[in-house]
Each structure stands twice: as C-alpha cells, then as structure tokens.
C-alpha cells in the first residue's frame, strides 16, 4: 500500500510538474506574442519615420532647387563682375585712399606700402593674399591680377581687409 502511496506522489507530483511546464509554456508563448506584436508596431513606426524623412529630404531638396533658381543667376553675374579686372564701385574709393589708383610709382616699381608688405592699386596683403592669388592665377604685381584679386577679397571679407584706411575710405 505504501507502494501505492508512493506511486500516486510520483504521478501527482509528474502532473505538478507537467502544469508547470504547460503554465511556463503558455506564458512563453504569451511573451512571445508581445514582443512580436511590439515588434510589428515599431516596424511600422519605423517605415512611417522613413517615409516622413524621404518626405521631408524631398521637400528640402525642392525648396534648395528654387532657391538656387533665384539665387543661382545673381550669383553667377555678381562671380563674373568680380574677376573683370575692373574694381567693384566700393573698391575705387578704398583704392583711392590705399594707393591714389597708381598700381606702379614714378619709376615704373610697383606701388608698397613703407610700412607693410602692401602691393599695387589695391595694396594687397602680399603675404596674406600672396599664395592664394597664385592659386587663382592671379599677379598682384600687375594691375588687373592686383583688382582681380582686391574684387574677390572684398566680395568675401568686405572693406574689413582694408580697416586701417578706414578714416579715408569711410568702410569696414
């Protein structure tokens, strides 16, 4: 009887066992269904973003567009005003005040500031300027390199390259 006893323990504790697995099992496959469910919702927060940032890149890319309809061609006249080798209507006043528009003095040297590294009509910062006209295939020590290179400097900087005539020319 004992035996008995012991057998139905033994099968009691198996069904035990066996509801544990299944009450595991089912919260598994509970935990299992959220997260795929979880899943599923952040896939498609996922797809809505992309298709709200394609959006928005599109929409950036066509206000860019118009944009530089506008702008393009002043930009592109104000670039083809500024390597003429004819001063910017600002620059004649500055040039004025910086070397009288003499790119060369009475011997035919060109025209330097005493005090500074300063070259031609526009004086033109040699060692500041120097290489990066170079580059553009500008001479500052002839007159239209000198211009060229004052023009592209001032549609960049303004008259601030110039400040210390600034009690002459009235700019900066």
Same mark, same amino acid.
């Given at each position: 009887?004992?035996?008995?006893?012991?057998?139905? +323990? =033994?099968?009691? /504790?198996?069904?035990? #066992?066996?509801?544990?697995? &299944?009450?595991?099992? @089912?919260? +598994? =496959?509970?935990? /299992?269904?959220?997260? #795929?469910?979880?899943?599923? &919702?952040?896939?498609? @927060?996922?797809? =809505?973003?992309?298709?709200?940032?394609?959006?928005?890149?599109?929409? &950036?890319?066509?206000?860019?567009?118009?944009?530089?309809?506008?702008?393009?061609?002043?930009?592109?006249?104000?670039?083809?005003?500024?390597?003429?080798?004819?001063?910017?209507?600002?620059?004649?006043?500055?040039?004025?005040?910086?070397?009288?528009?003499?790119?060369?003095?009475?011997?035919?040297?060109?025209?330097?500031?005493?005090?500074?590294?300063?070259?031609?009509?526009?004086?033109?910062?040699?060692?500041?300027?120097?290489?990066?006209?170079?580059?553009?295939?500008?001479?500052?020590?002839?007159?239209?390199?000198?211009?060229?290179?004052?023009?592209?400097?001032?549609?960049?900087?303004?008259?601030?390259?110039?400040?210390?005539?600034?009690?002459?020319?009235?700019?900066?």
């Amino acid at each position: 009887m004992q035996k008995l006893e012991s057998n139905e +323990r =033994e099968i009691w /504790l198996r069904k035990e #066992k066996l509801q544990d697995n &299944k009450t595991r099992q @089912e919260q +598994r =496959e509970l935990e /299992l269904k959220n997260l #795929k469910e979880e899943e599923a &919702k952040l896939n498609k @927060e996922i797809e =809505e973003f992309q298709e709200n940032s394609l959006s928005t890149y599109y929409k &950036k890319v066509s206000q860019v567009r118009a944009y530089f309809k506008q702008v393009a061609p002043a930009k592109v006249a104000m670039a083809e005003r500024v390597l003429q080798p004819e001063l910017l209507p600002p620059l004649v006043k500055i040039c004025t005040c910086e070397s009288r528009l003499q790119q060369y003095d009475e011997y035919g040297k060109v025209t330097k500031n005493p005090k500074t590294p300063d070259y031609g009509i526009c004086q033109i910062n040699e060692p500041t300027w120097g290489d990066e006209a170079k580059e553009f295939g500008f001479d500052i020590m002839k007159k239209e390199g000198n211009i060229v290179m004052a023009n592209v400097i001032f549609a960049a900087f303004g008259a601030q390259p110039w400040y210390p005539s600034k009690s002459c020319h009235g700019m900066a």
